[in-house]
């Protein structure tokens, strides 16, 4: 009883350190972006994003074997919770979604009851909500990636792994990955051309997070959806770490004039959230 009172009390303890250094370092972070803004050091800011964005590659490059081999022997559970945990924490988080879990799961339960055959995916990052679509998805589904490598709010991947997400669909699926700036008409083009006339089930919006580009994302992309399809689209509530993240005010709008479902764990949290809108 005493070991397992301290067991807790040493659990307690680690979680209150680690969330104290995650609200450090977003706080360090708020702060650096704020300097950027005013256009103090931002060489030098500029440079520590692209050694940090550098250093995650490299730690994801390390744990990618392990993780290739978990994918090719499809060695994961099939319950959405599961699956959740597994992008969250496998390999050293190498494909871990910038997402609030229980907001995630939440989505991918919506995504597996409709058995969505054409995913559009706008903003892919490390892979982890791309992963979740072709999980919840139809066994024959084809599924488009689009991210910009360098892009906003995320930095894209490098190309390696392609090698590592090209895993990620079941053997009946089909998977595109495109690297390509979202807001092109020329790249609405190119998917047009993948769907060969086909309409998009499940569109997610989670790419250039400025009003400008969230909206050019909605406009291009939105027309393409089917009749009973969804769009889902994240950072939805006020974000309070980075005034860069606007989406927020793109999703007021729409909530004013279409039928939308909100998925936030906590309207306290300050940042992510996920918005549903339906026909
Ligand atoms: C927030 S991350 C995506 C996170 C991912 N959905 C997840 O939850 O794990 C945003 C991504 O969008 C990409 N991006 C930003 N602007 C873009 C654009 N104009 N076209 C395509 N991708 C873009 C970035 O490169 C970045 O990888």
């Given amino acids: 009883m005493f070991h397992e009172d301290a067991a807790n009390d040493y659990d307690n303890r680690r979680k209150i350190v680690a969330n104290l250094e995650l609200h450090m370092i977003a706080t360090i972070k708020t702060q650096l972006r704020q300097m950027r803004r005013e256009g103090k050091a931002v060489g030098l800011i500029n440079a520590i994003a692209y050694g940090n964005y550098q250093m995650k590659n490299l730690k994801d490059w390390m744990n990618a074997g392990t993780m290739k081999k978990l994918l090719e022997r ?3 559970s099939q319950e959405t919770d599961k699956l959740v945990q597994f992008t969250m924490t ?14 995630i799961g939440e989505l991918m339960k919506r995504v597996r009851a ?38 906003r709010n995320g930095g894209g991947y490098p190309k390696w792994k392609e090698k590592l997400y090209a895993k990620f669909a ?35 919006i989670d790419a250039d997070h400025s009003y400008e580009g969230v ?12 009749d009973d399809g969804f769009i889902a689209m994240h950072d939805v509530i006020l974000n309070r770490f980075d005034p860069e993240i606007e989406v927020h005010r793109f999703w007021d709008e729409l909530k004013a004039t279409e039928k939308t479902e909100e ?6 949290q300050g940042n992510l959230g996920i918005g549903i809108v339906r026909r």
């Fill in 263 to 268: 998925l936030v764990h906590d309207y306290g």
């Fill in 215 to 226: 909206k050019r994302d909605y406009d291009l992309y939105s027309p393409l959806l089917a």
């Fill in 114 to 151: 409709k058995q969505p055959r054409v995913i559009v995916e706008i903003g892919t990052a490390k892979g982890g909500t791309l992963f979740l679509f072709c999980q919840h998805a139809a066994d024959d589904a084809t599924i488009i990636s689009l991210d910009l490598p360098f892009g």
């Fill in 90 to 103: 496998e390999s050293g988080g190498a494909i871990r979604p910038l997402q609030n879990p229980w907001e």
């Fill in 170 to 204: 079941k053997p009946g699926q089909t998977l595109h990955l495109m690297r390509a700036n979202s807001h092109l008409d020329e790249t609405r083009t190119r998917i047009e051309a993948l769907l060969k006339g086909r309409k998009i089930d499940v569109l997610m």
């Fill in 74 to 76: 499809r060695a994961f």
